[in-house]
Structures are given as structure tokens and as C-alpha cells.
């Protein structure tokens, strides 16, 4: 039903931003929970950053805080990675994922958590 679309990667420089946008259809968009995730090679698939329904609430990795921002527009149907003063450690895939349980004011850190996911847009952070 609904499909996530990632898109703004790129190589930066560290020190560096970006902005990363996850695009996505569905009619229930707005209400569910959405996640930023990232991979590198060789590594778990670790969680980033999380938003409530309604973008009421954000939870963010202690590696990420301070640093990285996460939003949603509901009229644009996006939910949104601004990553600043970026490091090399940031270098990754990034997913963005939704958890099509609309009726949960919960936001989630877990993989499992989430079952919905994008294909992923990579971020190349040089030193």
C-alpha cells in the first residue's frame, strides 16, 4: 500500500551537509510512525532518528544528536534527514521506514519495529 522512495545522497566533505527526503504514497501516510536508519558494509542496519505520527515527537541515536534533525510534511507526503557537520563514521545507506500501525502514538528504534522500508540513498562522508 504505501511505498517509500529515498533520495539526497551524496559525497560530502566532513564537516559537511545534507539533506536527505523520503518520499512516500498512501493514504495513511500522515499517521504512521516514520524512521531514518542507516547500513554500512559489514555493519547492523542501526537506528537514527524516529518521529511520531503527526511529527509531534522525535527521538534521535546519541551519535546523531545535536548534529541531525528529522521532520514530516503531511501535505508533501515526506518525512526529512537534515544531517550537519557530518563525519566520516556517517557514511552509510540510508533507509527510511514507516510502521503502518496508524493508531500508535509510539515511535520506534528497533529494525522490526518497522515494516515498511525504502530502498535506501547513499551518504559518502570523506575526511
Known amino acids: 500500500q504505501v511505498q517509500l522512495v529515498e533520495s539526497g545522497g551524496g559525497l560530502v566533505q566532513a564537516g559537511g551537509s545534507l539533506r536527505l527526503s523520503c518520499a512516500a504514497s498512501?493514504?495513511?501516510?500522515?499517521?504512521?510512525?516514520m524512521g531514518w536508519f542507516r547500513q554500512a558494509p559489514g555493519k547492523e542496519r542501526e537506528f537514527v532518528a524516529a518521529?511520531?505520527?503527526?511529527?509531534?515527537?522525535?527521538y534521535y541515536a546519541d551519535s546523531v544528536k545535536g548534529r541531525f534533525t528529522i521532520s514530516r510534511d503531511g501535505a508533501k507526503n515526506a518525512v526529512y534527514l537534515q544531517m550537519n557537520s557530518l563525519k566520516p563514521e556517517d557514511t552509510a545507506i540510508y533507509y527510511c521506514?514507516?510502521?503502518?500501525?496508524?493508531?500508535?502514538?509510539?515511535?520506534?528504534?528497533?529494525?522490526?519495529?518497522?515494516?515498511?522500508w525504502g530502498q535506501g540513498t547513499q551518504v559518502t562522508v570523506s575526511s
Open positions: 498512501g493514504r495513511t501516510f500522515s499517521l504512521y510512525p
Open positions: 518521529i511520531s505520527n503527526r511529527g509531534g515527537r522525535t
Open positions: 521506514a514507516a510502521d503502518r500501525n496508524m493508531y500508535t502514538t509510539m515511535i520506534h528504534t528497533t529494525v522490526n519495529e518497522y515494516d515498511v
